[in-house]
């Protein structure tokens, strides 16, 4: 009830509830979460039920973080992550309450939280992964939607710099691109007990917003990352046969030689901007195929591109002159 309307003065339409797991205590405590997020909702603004969890490490660790020291000295876990759990109805355990005690068990894995929460017709992220504490080092378990498992990775971080483009948070998430994850990039505050003005996510909600259109919408990538330019950016065929939007996939079996696509990237700036189109490929990274400044106000840019014929993506930055 406090949250709602500091969002609200944000201009923002919707959040989710990241409470973190080690602070709600019971069934009873999560179960009131849920019945507030549901009574706070209506047609102009919906709460969505979640939980930041404390998650064990799995697998080989890829570095380590300030939180790995906080915890061995509570005789926990030494190491954890934190996932957002979002649109859920049941409490998702992981840690305790106490002093020292948030690396304490229960602990489960990312795998079972997300299968968890995937259950309920939830869907998860991965949160600060390459952060200074709290980070996922456990990169070579990562499991994303190719598996059906975790959905994204949350690449701009409202508590580490509500202005901030935290390109250590995005180069991560590339990473995983490159090694075959499906996973989108989300955003959030981080906040927990107060309201912040930092890069939200946008989100297209197809017909009312409800808990459904907005977690369909947020699960189908249908999303940008602003602290304020509009970006949207789509592909299809050169004949126009075949279309994909912002968030779209398709699988095929075989990717013909030089197939060529249209890229289009509609933009709103109010500074002089730049904008930039990369192509990804899985084992290859991303390569810039446009980039140019001088952006200002509404318009578009398309570009034609020759596609690999192994699996690859597209993805669209415009940055305004003071960065």
Known sequence: ADLKPQFQALGMDFFSSTTHSYCINSTSE?????????????????????????????????????????????????????MGAHNISSRKPGGQDGFLDFCDNPMFGQKSNSIAVRGEGGFTSINHPNSGSWAFNSVQDIAGQERNRTWGVEVWNGSEG?????????????????????????????????????????????????????????????????????????????????????????????????????????????????????????????VEVFRQSGYTGGGSVQITDTVPTSSFWYRADIHNAPW
């Not at 917003?209 to 970006?231: C, M, V, W």
């Not at 192509?279 to 290859?284: E, L, N, P």
Request: glycine share 12%; net charge negative; with cysteine.
């Open 162 to 286: 509500a202005n901030q483009w935290q390109v250590y948070q995005r180069d991560w998430w590339i990473d995983r691109l490159t090694e075959g994850k499906l996973l989108y990039p989300y955003s959030g505050s981080d906040t927990h007990d107060t309201a912040v003005d930092f890069g939200a996510i946008h989100t297209y909600v197809q017909g009312a917003l409800t808990h459904q259109s907005l977690a369909d919408a947020l699960k189908a990538g249908r999303s940008y990352i602003s602290n304020g330019p509009f970006l949207e950016l789509g592909i299809e065929t050169v004949n126009g046969a075949r279309t994909l939007p912002m968030g779209g996939t398709a699988f095929v079996q075989r990717i013909p030689n030089n197939i060529q696509i249209n890229i289009n990237v509609d933009y709103n700036c109010t500074y002089s901007s730049e904008i930039t189109i990369y192509r990804g490929t899985v084992g290859g990274g991303e």
């Open 30 to 82: 999560f179960n009131a979460v849920l019945t507030e997020s549901q009574s706070l909702s209506d047609n102009t603004f919906v709460m969505l039920a979640g939980t930041e969890i404390s998650g064990a490490e799995q697998g080989p660790q890829s570095g380590s973080d300030s939180a790995d020291l906080l915890c061995s000295l509570g005789w926990g876990a030494h190491d954890v992550h934190h």
